[in-house]
């Protein structure tokens, strides 16, 4: 091969590691641009996604869950005065921490559920708790209502919790008043027996 063959071979060789490292270089820049967009939305949600109290936190999967700490404190029919504190698990916080391998029973549902109008010792789930545990029954209720919820919602927030508390027994609270009527209008979580495409993971995974 001739001298001036071998330097156009190279220049061509070299040609093609130049645009394979450009090809890379924007991939790369793509794939960053995209997380720091990410990044960037998930700092911002709270002030990107409006939501009905300052006591909820957006969810991209449930639609919105408890946010953690106190926050909100309110009065009730009743004039007393009521702090709702949520747990790292999107839900009701118990003044006594949940017991690990305890044999649970977990409770989902809305408001009334949750039972945020009143103290948490004073909701549904901690009275039947009381009445079991006064008839010998060692069990644990996990009070994992939350307000708002419909049947979609609750669904998929037992799934997110299952591996947590393995519990024994699901009881799905239902109000008649209007969760069917709600539900069947509208549901703010993608219903479990609807297919889920590449765009509805998309939606549920991402901010």
């Known amino acids: ?17 130049e645009r394979t490292l450009r090809a ?14 990410e990044a960037a939305v998930r700092l911002l949600a709270p002030r990107l996604f409006s939501l009905d109290s300052p006591s909820h936190r957006f969810d991209p999967e449930l639609g919105w869950l408890q946010q953690q700490g106190v926050t909100m404190r309110r009065r009730n029919e009743a004039g007393t005065a009521v702090a709702v504190e949520g747990s790292e698990l999107g839900i009701r916080r ?3 921490p949940y017991r690990r391998g305890a044999p649970n029973v977990l409770l989902v549902g809305d408001s009334f559920t949750a039972g945020t109008q009143v103290p948490f010792a004073e909701t549904w789930p901690c009275r039947l708790q009381e009445l079991l545990h006064g008839q010998g029954i060692d069990v ?3 009070n994992a209502g939350v307000d708002g919820y419909d049947l979609s919602q609750s669904y998929r927030l037992t799934r997110r919790l299952w591996v947590t508390f393995r519990p024994r027994h699901l009881v799905l609270a239902l109000f008649v008043g209007n969760d069917v009527v709600d539900y069947e209008r509208r549901s703010s979580a993608r219903p479990p027996w609807d297919p889920s495409g590449p765009l509805d993971w998309l939606r549920e995974h991402s901010y």
């Open 94 to 96: 118990p003044p006594v």
């Open 140 to 142: 644990q209720l996990v």
């Open 1 to 17: 091969m001739t001298s001036g063959g071998h330097s156009s071979s190279s220049r061509r060789s070299a040609e093609r590691q």
């Open 24 to 37: 890379v270089l924007l991939l790369c820049g793509l794939a960053a641009g995209a997380g720091f967009a």
